[in-house]
């Protein structure tokens, strides 16, 4: 259980790590608010003509008496539109790295810089645009594998009580696990390991795993909060995976720059 808290802890220090960096904070609210414009938008337009998207799926309702028509339909909406929340709650961070994918490895980069005892980090030598290829794959990959995940726990989610307590929790630390597999990849990708490697790392430390992504995935259903938690989640994400594959750190993140246990800090660059 030590690791959940660990693994929050993590969180909270890349929080603090990205508002010691401004200019990179700043820079990193960009790709968040552009997949934050078009995930509103589809959602918008899921509110707006869900009910007759179901209207049109269902004609064999048509012919059926009030109330049972209007029940039967209202509730197929509103699980329509569930299952678009939780389908956006999955992918927006996927989203959000491929499209910030530059900034993001920058910034990752400087948090290894920064906590590793002789001040360098992993780099990758592959092109921009097959990082991003295999960010992709990969992306989609896990995306398959939640989306089964979903499909399993939305039938559970009938079974009177379990459905109604045990569901949602098991739902939440699934979207926790994914979540953290998508921002800890911009840090692990440089170092080579790949998506099967990666999810055999996580389910080693399943608690440390959820510790970070659970708390983050509630704070994503919040409009807006997810732009502001991107930066430094990817840094506390970086934090983690150096604890996954047990690398040195010469200092957690948590000092201020210049201050006794923590590293000079350095120039902002930009991607």
Same mark, same amino acid.
């Given at each position: 259980?030590?690791?959940?808290?660990?693994?929050?802890?993590?969180?909270?220090?890349?929080?603090?790590?990205?508002?010691?960096?401004?200019?990179q904070f700043g820079f990193g609210l960009l790709p968040g608010l552009i997949t934050l414009v078009l995930y509103a938008a589809a959602l918008t337009a899921l509110a707006l003509w869900g009910a007759d998207a179901?209207?049109?799926?269902?004609?064999?309702?048509?012919?059926?008496?009030?109330?049972?028509?209007? =029940? !039967? $339909?209202?509730?197929? *909406?509103? /699980?329509?539109?569930?299952?678009?929340?939780?389908?956006?709650?999955?992918?927006?961070?996927?989203?959000?790295l491929l499209v910030g994918q530059p900034f993001y490895e920058n910034l990752s980069e400087k948090v290894d810089a920064d906590v590793s005892p002789d001040g360098t980090a992993p780099r990758s030598d592959l092109p921009l645009w097959r990082e991003l290829w295999i960010s992709a794959r990969d992306s989609l990959r896990v995306l398959v594998r939640a989306a089964l995940w979903g499909v399993l726990l939305f039938a559970l989610g009938f079974l009177p009580f379990v459905g109604q307590t045990a569901v949602p929790v098991i739902g939440f630390c699934v979207t926790g696990f994914f979540l953290t597999e998508e921002l800890a990849a911009v840090a692990l990708?440089?170092?080579?390991?790949?998506?099967?490697?990666?999810?055999? =790392? !996580? $389910?080693?430390?399943? *608690?440390? /795993?959820?510790?970070?992504?659970t708390p983050l995935g509630l704070a994503f259903l919040v409009p807006f909060v997810a732009?502001?938690?991107?930066?430094?989640?990817?840094?506390?994400?970086?934090?983690?995976?150096?604890?996954?594959?047990?690398?040195?750190?010469?200092?957690?993140?948590?000092?201020?720059?210049?201050?006794?246990g923590g590293r000079p800090d350095t120039e902002d660059v930009t991607p």
């Open positions: 259980m030590r690791d959940l808290g660990v693994g929050f802890g993590y969180l909270l220090k890349g929080q603090r790590w990205v508002a010691r960096h401004g200019r179901v209207t049109w799926a269902t004609p064999f309702a048509d012919d059926w008496g009030s109330p049972w028509q209007g =029940l !039967f $339909r209202g509730f197929l *909406t509103a /699980v329509l539109f569930a299952l678009g929340l939780l389908l956006a709650v999955l992918t927006f961070t996927a989203v959000t990708q440089r170092r080579g390991v790949e998506l099967r490697a990666r999810l055999a =790392l !996580f $389910r080693s430390r399943k *608690t440390l /795993v959820w510790g970070f992504g732009v502001f938690l991107m930066p430094g989640a990817v840094a506390g994400a970086t934090l983690l995976a150096r604890d996954l594959l047990g690398e040195e750190s010469a200092d957690d993140g948590s000092a201020a720059p210049g201050a006794p």
